[in-house]
């Protein structure tokens, strides 16, 4: 069935639409989400909800946009309400020491897994604006509009978070180095 018809069909509330309406954005859901999130926890928490208000908003879906760019929407609008909401009520924990990776994995899963770490280092307005406009390709005025602030604080803070992100990767070379200097 096409998207169109499946839409439809969700809308009306069949169950079988539904579900091909999750399995085939599921994935794109929870990736922006985990971006977003900087946790794989937080992420199947925030993808959950994006999932339930998308579909208790479905019926007022009208397809002026995209519905996956309707469903983008709702997935990065899930992630900063869900991350407001936690920065509210938790309480500063203790880090857990990551784990040491002793596998041998090749340079790129390497860089990806050192990009990762790094911006989960970043404060949080810095990592969401580096994941809108880098990642996601939000623009500066749509981030403002999205976080509430204005395009030129978007600007100043991406150019911080690159410089910062560039420290903590160059730090974290240094560290992957040291790790294997001690291997051997």
Not at 20 to 42: E, K, N, Q, S
Not at 62 to 70: I, L, M, N, V, Y
Request: charged share 30%; glycine share 6%; proline share 3%.
């Amino acid at each position: 069935m096409n998207e169109a018809d499946c839409i439809r069909r969700a809308q009306q509330g069949d169950a079988a639409a539904i579900r091909d309406l999750y399995r085939r954005y599921a994935p794109r859901v929870h990736a922006v989400v985990r971006r977003l999130a900087g946790d794989d926890a937080l992420a199947e928490d925030w993808a959950q909800d994006a999932w339930v208000r998308a579909f208790r908003a479905l019926p007022a879906f009208r397809g002026d946009a995209r519905f996956s760019t309707w469903l983008h929407r709702i997935a990065v609008n899930s992630a900063l309400h869900g991350r407001r909401w936690r920065d509210r009520r938790v309480s500063r924990e203790d880090p857990l020491l990551p784990e040491r990776d002793h596998s041998g994995r090749n340079d790129h899963v390497v860089l990806r897994i050192s990009l990762q770490r790094a911006l989960d280092e970043l404060p949080e307005g810095m990592r969401q604006i580096v994941v809108l406009h880098d990642v996601e390709g939000y623009t500066h005025e749509e981030i403002g509009e999205l976080l509430g602030i204005a395009a030129g604080t978007s600007k100043s803070q991406l150019f911080k978070a690159r410089a910062r992100l560039r420290g903590l990767l160059q730090a974290g070379q240094s560290a992957v180095i040291q790790e294997e200097a001690c291997r051997i």
